[in-house]
C-alpha cells in the first residue's frame, strides 16, 4: 500500500473488519428468518428493498452522484443489517438464559428455637433443579425436618370459580404450566414433587401442603374491596379490561408451539425461556394488581402457620417472590429472627442433550431375550 496515508490505511482496515462482522452476522442471522416462517424472510426482503432505495436516494440528493454498483451494494447492506436485527433478540434470549441465569435463593433462618429453610421455587425449570429439591427435601427429612409446600387448595364452586377467572385466565392453571413447560423445553414442578407422594403417604405429618383455599382468597379479596379504596380503585379498573382478556405473549407463543414444526419448536423453546428469565429478574411475572391477595395474604398465612407449628425444623418450598414478606413477618413477630446462610440455585437453562458413541459394535437383540 505505498503511497497510502496511515489514516487511509486505517480506514480501510476498519472497512474490511466491518464486512467481515456483517457477512458473519447476517450468516448467523438468516437461518432464524427461514425458521421462523418463510413470510418473515419476504418481509424483510421487501422492507429492505424499500428502505435501501430510500437511503440511496437521500445519499443522492445530499451527494449529487451516482456511482456503478452502490445501490446494489446498499440493498445488500440494508438487507444484511435487517437480518441481523431481526436475529438479534433471539440470540440475546440465548445469551440471558445461559450467562445471566435466574437464580433461585435457599436461605437458612433462625430465631434461636427454631430453624427454618426456605427454598425458593419457579414453576417451570430445569430438570436438575427440581432433582436436587427432591434430594434436599429427602434428606431435611432424614434429618427432622418438617416439609411445608406451596400449592393453593381447591375449594369446589365460589372459590375455584374465583381463583380460575381471576389468576387462570379462566382455565386450569397446573394444564397452563405443563403447556409452558412443554413449550419452554423445561420441566413443570409437580412432575418432580410427585416424587414425594409416597413419601407423604408413609408420613403425613411431615408434609404439610402450607397454602390457603381458593376460598380464602376470595374472602380475602372481598374484604380489601370493602376496606382498602386503593384496592377497589385498582379492581374496578381491571375490571374495564375486554372480556376475555386479549392473549399476552406467552399465549400466543402455546398457540403456535400446537401447530409448528421440530425447528420452529426449538426456536420458541428459546424464546419462551428467554421471556421468563427476563420476567423473573425483573420480579414481573406475577399480576401486581392482586398482589395483597396472592402475595401478602399468602405470606401472613404461612407466617401464622409457621409460628404455631410446634416443629422447630421446618424446610418450605415456595415461589421466591414470598422471600421478602416471609422474612419482614417473622422479624415483625420477633426480631430475634436472623438469616444463617444463602445460596443461590441456578433454575432455568437450556435442556442438555449429550449423545456419544460406544466403540463397540451393537448386536441385534433377540426378542425373547429381553428381562431374562
Known amino acids: 500500500m505505498t503511497g497510502v496515508s496511515p489514516a487511509e490505511r486505517r480506514r480501510i482496515s476498519l472497512a474490511a473488519i466491518g464486512e467481515f462482522l456483517l457477512v458473519v452476522l447476517f450468516v448467523v442471522s438468516l437461518p432464524v428468518l427461514f425458521i421462523w416462517t418463510l413470510w418473515l424472510f419476504w418481509a424483510v426482503l421487501a422492507a429492505a428493498l424499500v428502505v435501501g432505495l430510500l437511503v440511496r436516494g437521500l445519499a443522492l440528493l445530499l451527494m449529487g452522484t451516482e456511482r456503478r454498483g452502490h445501490t446494489l451494494a446498499t440493498l445488500i447492506v440494508t438487507f444484511s443489517l435487517l437480518t441481523i436485527a431481526v436475529a438479534f433478540p433471539i440470540y440475546y434470549l440465548i445469551y440471558k438464559v445461559e450467562a445471566d441465569p435466574p437464580l433461585l435463593p435457599n436461605v437458612v433462618l433462625t430465631n434461636g428455637e427454631k430453624t427454618v429453610v426456605f427454598q425458593g421455587m419457579v414453576h417451570v425449570g430445569m430438570e436438575s433443579f427440581f432433582k436436587s429439591v427432591v434430594y434436599d427435601l429427602e434428606s431435611a427429612m432424614q434429618s427432622g425436618y418438617r416439609l411445608y409446600y406451596e400449592g393453593i387448595r381447591s375449594s369446589p364452586g365460589e372459590g375455584d370459580d374465583w381463583y380460575n377467572d381471576n389468576q387462570a385466565s379462566g382455565g386450569d392453571l397446573s394444564e397452563h404450566f405443563k403447556a409452558l413447560a412443554d413449550a419452554c423445553g423445561v420441566t413443570f414442578q409437580l412432575d418432580y414433587f410427585s416424587l414425594m407422594e409416597e413419601s407423604a403417604r408413609r408420613n403425613p405429618g411431615r408434609h404439610v401442603v402450607a397454602d390457603v383455599?381458593?376460598?380464602?382468597?376470595?374472602?380475602?379479596?372481598?374484604?380489601?374491596?370493602?376496606?382498602?379504596?386503593?384496592?377497589?380503585?385498582?379492581?374496578?379498573?381491571?375490571?374495564?379490561?375486554?372480556?376475555?382478556?386479549?392473549?399476552?405473549?406467552?399465549?400466543?407463543?402455546?398457540?403456535?408451539?400446537?401447530?409448528?414444526?421440530?425447528?420452529?419448536?426449538?426456536?420458541?423453546?428459546?424464546?419462551?425461556?428467554?421471556?421468563?428469565?427476563?420476567?423473573?429478574?425483573?420480579?414481573?411475572?406475577?399480576?401486581?394488581?392482586?398482589?395483597?391477595?396472592?402475595?401478602?395474604?399468602?405470606?401472613?398465612?404461612?407466617?401464622?402457620?409457621?409460628?404455631?407449628?410446634?416443629a422447630n425444623k421446618i424446610y418450605i418450598t415456595y415461589g421466591a417472590a414470598h422471600l421478602p414478606g416471609v422474612v419482614a413477618l417473622l422479624r415483625e413477630q420477633d426480631p430475634d429472627w436472623q438469616i444463617l446462610s444463602v445460596k443461590w440455585v441456578r433454575g432455568l437453562a437450556t435442556p442438555e442433550n449429550w449423545e456419544g458413541s460406544l466403540d463397540i459394535p451393537l448386536l441385534p437383540v433377540q426378542a425373547d431375550s429381553v428381562g431374562n
Open 213 to 310: 383455599t381458593t376460598l380464602e382468597m376470595k374472602q380475602e379479596y372481598q374484604r380489601l374491596i370493602m376496606n382498602d379504596p386503593e384496592f377497589d380503585e385498582r379492581m374496578r379498573r381491571r375490571g374495564k379490561l375486554p372480556t376475555p382478556r386479549p392473549p399476552n405473549l406467552v399465549d400466543r407463543l402455546l398457540d403456535w408451539h400446537g401447530q409448528a414444526n421440530d425447528s420452529q419448536r426449538e426456536l420458541i423453546g428459546v424464546l419462551c425461556r428467554g421471556f421468563i428469565s427476563i420476567a423473573l429478574d425483573e420480579d414481573n411475572i406475577r399480576d401486581r394488581d392482586l398482589d395483597k391477595v396472592v402475595l401478602d395474604f399468602r405470606n401472613r398465612k404461612l407466617v401464622e402457620r409457621l409460628l404455631a407449628d410446634p
